[in-house]
Structures are given as structure tokens and as C-alpha cells.
């Protein structure tokens, strides 16, 4: 740390953004192969070579071969939080949270969140580890709108809201799935927010 912090923030900028395109390359070398090989028959060994890296690099920033698909999912995770953080004041917390479901799902295309969700559905240990990632995307929900509605009188409709939109999530990427990309996720997840608004 005493060397990071007498190079200056300058310096730490650079090693950040190298360390951040190094990771997007493993990430983006990992999706192909997958899609290409399907993910049990691609080993870590084709991923550091199709990523220009070695075996011990890809385990500094993975611990194993499905991290790369859970990282996927953490990425959306943190971009809508930061939405949530942004988000204008005047709303519930399921509205807040609502809205920038529909506003992060826009920017995602449909054929990537498609091959994504089938990549994890074809391992069983991805599956396994993917459900932990639901619980961690509603704690993180939950601190986001902390920040908007504090004090402890708002607990359970933080946390309800968050439950219930990482739930909305689930479902709508599934839908999407079946229906092979035919709507739009944002159109899927809006019709799902209004059945919850309608309170079937």
C-alpha cells in the first residue's frame, strides 16, 4: 500500500484500468469459447491461451472457470444498483427499484443475456453457485436504497422490494429465454411489474 500511495492516484488509475481490461478479456475469451464448445468442454487452459495470458494469471482474477459466466451476472448486478443510487427521489422503493431494472435491461442485448442464461442452465455446478448470487444481489439492492431510505422504519420495504425484483429478474430473463428473444426484456419485465402492481 506505502508504494501505491507515493506513485499517486495517477499511477493507480493505470494499474486499475490495466487490471480491468485484462479481467474484460478473460471474460470476453471465456464467452466465446463457451458458446463455441460448450462450457464442460472448454478448460482454463483454452481460455488463458485465447485470452494471451497464463494459467497462473487467469487465477488471480478467477478462481475457476465458472466465475466467468457468475462475473456476468455481478456486472448487471452493479450496474443497476448504481442506478438505483442515481435514481431521482419521489418514488417507493419498488417503484426505485423498478425503474431502473427496466432502464439497465435496455442496455443489455437480448442474444448476450440469452446466451448467458443457457451457458449457466448447462452446468449443474454453475446452477448451484448462481443462486448464491440471487441472495448477494438483494443484499446489495437493499444498501442502495439505504442510501435513499434510511432509518430502520423502512427495513422491510427495502428489503421486500428488493426480494421481489430480483425475483422479477429471474423470471423475466426465463421468459426471454423461452420465447427466444421474441420481446424485448424491458417489455417482459414491464408486464411482470404490472401484474405485481395489480397484486395477482
Do not use: C, W
Request: proline share 4%.
Amino acid at each position: 500500500m506505502a508504494s501505491g500511495q507515493t506513485k499517486g492516484p495517477a499511477t493507480e488509475g493505470l494499474r486499475e484500468r490495466k487490471r480491468r481490461e485484462t479481467l474484460q478479456r478473460i471474460t470476453a475469451a471465456g464467452m466465446r469459447l463457451f458458446i463455441k464448445q460448450g462450457y464442460d468442454n472448454t478448460t482454463l487452459d483454452e481460455i488463458a491461451a485465447e485470452a494471451g495470458i497464463s494459467r497462473r494469471t487467469f487465477f488471480y482474477y478467477f478462481k475457476s472457470k465458472d466465475e466467468i459466466l457468475l462475473s456476468m451476472q455481478r456486472l448487471n448486478s452493479g450496474r443497476l444498483t448504481e442506478a438505483v443510487r442515481n435514481a431521482p427521489a419521489g418514488a417507493s422503493p419498488l417503484e426505485t427499484i423498478r425503474d431502473a431494472v427496466i432502464r439497465v435491461s435496455e442496455e443489455i442485448p437480448a442474444r448476450e443475456m440469452i446466451g448467458i442464461h443457457r451457458l449457466m442452465k448447462s452446468s449443474a455446478a454453475v446452477q448451484a453457485r448462481k443462486h448464491i448470487t440471487y441472495v448477494e444481489n438483494e443484499n446489495a439492492l437493499v444498501e442502495a436504497l439505504r442510501v435513499k431510505f434510511p432509518g430502520p422504519k423502512h427495513e422491510t420495504a427495502l428489503k421486500l422490494a428488493a426480494m421481489m425484483s430480483v425475483g422479477a429478474m429471474r423470471l423475466a430473463v426465463e421468459t426471454l429465454d423461452e420465447e427466444n428473444g421474441k420481446r424485448p426484456l424491458p417489455d417482459i419485465l414491464r408486464d411482470i411489474y404490472a401484474t405485481l402492481d395489480k397484486g395477482v
